[in-house]
Structure formats: C-alpha cells, structure tokens
C-alpha cells in the first residue's frame, strides 16, 4: 500500500475562494481523521468519521468548513468561503488499532 | 472532554544528554496512550505506545510509561543523538477519537 495520500500538497488561494482538500486512506482502515497543525494551536482534530461516517465534528471552527467521505478510499474537506486565517497545514490521518498513518500534509495558504 | 498536555519547548539538548518530555492527560475510562515523532515536512509516526496501566512503551532507545496515578505518560531517552530532532507528540485513543498534545520541538546540537 502506498501509504495515506493527500493532495495538493501545496495550496495557495485567495479569500473567499472555496478549497477542497483530498485525502485516499489506506484500504481496510475503518477510521478516518482530519487535522490541522498551526503554530499557535498545535494539531487541533477537526472531524473523524468510523466506517465512512462522521462521529464527531465538533473541532470544525466554523460553518465555511465541510467534510464528507463518499466512500472507504477517499474523503475531502472543503472550506468555503476561505480566509488568511484558514492558512494551516491540514492532515488527515487513516487509523487501525493500534496505529495511525499520516499523510504528508496539505499547505493552504490563504491570501 | 479528553485532552492532552505536554511540556513546551522547544527544548535544545547536546548529543549523548539525557531527554525527559512531560505529558499529562485528563480523559474517561481508559485510554490507550501514544508518542508520535514528526520530521520537517512530513507527516507523524507513532513512535510508541501503551494501551493499560502501567505498561511500558519502547522504541529506538525512547521510552514512556503509563501512570494512571499521575495521569502522565512522560517520554525519556537516556542518550540523545543529533537524528532525533524532530518535533514530539503526546497522545490519547479513547472511544475511537485520537487527540494530541501541542507538540514538543527537540533540538539536539553536535
């Protein structure tokens, strides 16, 4: 298996576009989770799903921030309308026990 | 809710010193605890773990210990070396959420 594959790995975008963030988990992983790591905040989790639903999406910050998984092998998120606060790298990671495998990272920037 | 605390850094070590990284927990139940290492540019590795009281995790010369009393789960190495810089994450598995501490930035110099 080639591992958790996000893309883009780089992302510049002006406010108030929308941007959608993809991620191919490892097959045969029941657990999906997004993240975003900030300086000031470290890795915050944002949403994880189980079985491609979504448990618990408590740590999106705010409505302009979406996610889905349509099916076992891919998950985006979605920010819309983005703003230079959104700026992060965004990780999503695919989980099963004990261990969690990282993808290399989405660097949005938002000016 | 279940959350993580780690000590801040960064922390600038010389090669061969003795390295403790403090972490603390608060969750329900009982979770299963990690240390994760992240590189530059990359995405995080589980560098160890401990799923029950007590239980000690181990890797590449790192360990940690899960103490239920103290809540902690601090991550020790006895002789660092230049290769383990990296940034260090704390972390708690508990009813199928995974949460991370802030990270811990580790310098060692020559």
């Known amino acids: 298996d080639a591992g958790v594959i996000q893309s883009p790995r780089h992302e510049v975008t002006e406010m108030g576009q929308e941007v959608t963030l993809r991620c191919k988990p490892i097959?045969?992983?029941?657990?999906l989770f997004w993240y975003r790591q900030t300086m000031m905040r470290g890795l915050e989790l944002l949403i994880y799903?189980?079985?491609?639903?979504?448990?618990?999406d408590s740590g999106m910050p705010e409505d302009r921030f979406s996610a889905k998984m349509p099916n076992a092998s891919f998950s985006t998120l979605k920010i819309q309308p983005s703003e230079p606060r959104d700026s992060a790298v965004y990780f999503c990671?695919?989980?099963?026990?004990?261990?969690?495998?990282f993808g290399q990272g989405t660097r949005l920037t938002v000016v | 809710g279940d959350s993580v605390t780690q000590m801040e850094g960064p922390v600038t070590l010389s090669e061969e010193a003795f390295l403790t990284i403090n972490c603390t927990y608060t969750?329900?139940?009982?979770?299963?605890l990690f240390w994760y290492v992240q590189y530059p540019g990359e995405g995080l590795q589980l560098l160890l773990k401990?799923?029950?009281?007590?239980d000690k995790g181990s890797n590449k010369g790192f360990e940690a210990t899960y103490r239920k009393e103290t809540t902690s789960f601090h991550l020790e190495k006895g002789s660092v070396q230049v290769s383990d810089s990296a940034v260090y994450f704390c972390?708690?598995?508990?009813?199928?959420?995974?949460?991370f501490g802030q990270g811990t930035e580790l310098s060692v110099k020559p």
């Open positions: 990671a695919s989980f099963s026990w004990p261990e969690a495998f």
């Open positions: 097959s045969g992983h029941d657990y």
């Open positions: 799903f189980n079985n491609n639903v979504p448990i618990d």
């Open positions: 969750a329900t139940g009982y979770p299963s």
């Open positions: 401990a799923t029950k009281a007590d």
């Open positions: 972390a708690l598995y508990n009813g199928g959420k995974l949460i």
